[in-house]
């Protein structure tokens, strides 16, 4: 099982954090795409903590955050 947790604009619509049931060989890829997230709308990408990339395999009971950019003034 992964835990995802969403942040800012990414929880529009959505739960702030969201299992999804892990399968071999998964990435960033797998999680963003069933939940309508563009792959440019994602500013910073956490698995367990740690910046990944998108394309990163994932293990089972990881733990995953997704940042919109942040805007400001």
Same mark, same amino acid.
């Given at each position: 099982m992964l835990?995802?947790? =969403?942040?800012?604009?990414?929880?529009e619509?959505r739960?702030?954090?969201?299992?999804?049931?892990y399968?071999?060989?998964?990435t960033?890829y797998?999680?963003?795409?069933? =939940?309508?997230?563009?792959?440019?709308?994602?500013?910073i990408?956490?698995?367990?903590?740690?910046?990944?990339?998108l394309?990163?395999e994932?293990?089972?009971?990881?733990? =995953?955050?997704l940042?919109?950019?942040v805007?400001?003034?």
């Amino acid at each position: 099982m992964l835990e995802v947790r =969403l942040f800012a604009t990414f929880r529009e619509g959505r739960e702030k954090i969201i299992m999804m049931e892990y399968q071999p060989g998964m990435t960033g890829y797998d999680i963003i795409t069933p =939940l309508g997230i563009p792959e440019e709308e994602v500013a910073i990408f956490l698995i367990n903590g740690r910046h990944s990339k998108l394309h990163a395999e994932l293990e089972d009971g990881s733990v =995953l955050a997704l940042f919109p950019p942040v805007g400001g003034g």
